[in-house]
């Protein structure tokens, strides 16, 4: 079993910052990539940001400059830090991991619940 869980979401002013942080548990053997992707109401999951188990890192458009992705491998946890926040940003922030279990050899894609972000302007 591996597990997903986000924290760090919630309400700021427009130009403010959070920190989102994602940590995996559970039976893993190693993990892979790990990314933060957001759905807002009515629109489809996409990709913010996305960071490989050796660090490369690759980001939307719409966040570049703006957000950093991180990660530390020892505690299985990747962060999202969020800065000049714009209403647009506004959505819920799902956490995911291609991540390979102690059990067997395959790597499969997990995500957690999600966290909602909220902007006000």
């Known amino acids: 079993q591996v597990q997903l869980v986000e924290s760090g979401g919630g309400l700021v002013q427009a130009g403010g910052s959070l920190r989102l942080s994602c940590e995996a548990s559970?039976?893993?053997?190693?993990?892979?990539?790990m990314a933060w992707f957001r759905q807002a109401p009515g629109e489809e999951r996409d990709l913010v940001a996305r960071?490989?188990?050796?660090?490369?890192?690759n980001y939307a458009d719409s966040v570049k400059g703006r957000f950093t992705i991180s990660r530390d491998n020892g505690k299985n946890t990747v962060y999202l830090q969020m800065n000049s926040l714009k209403p647009e940003d506004t959505a819920v922030y799902y956490c995911y991991g291609n991540i390979a279990r102690v059990a067997g050899p395959y790597f499969y894609n997990y995500w957690g619940q999600g966290t909602q972000v909220t902007v006000s302007s």
């Open positions: 559970g039976d893993i053997f190693r993990i892979n990539s």
């Open positions: 960071i490989t188990s050796g660090g490369t890192t």
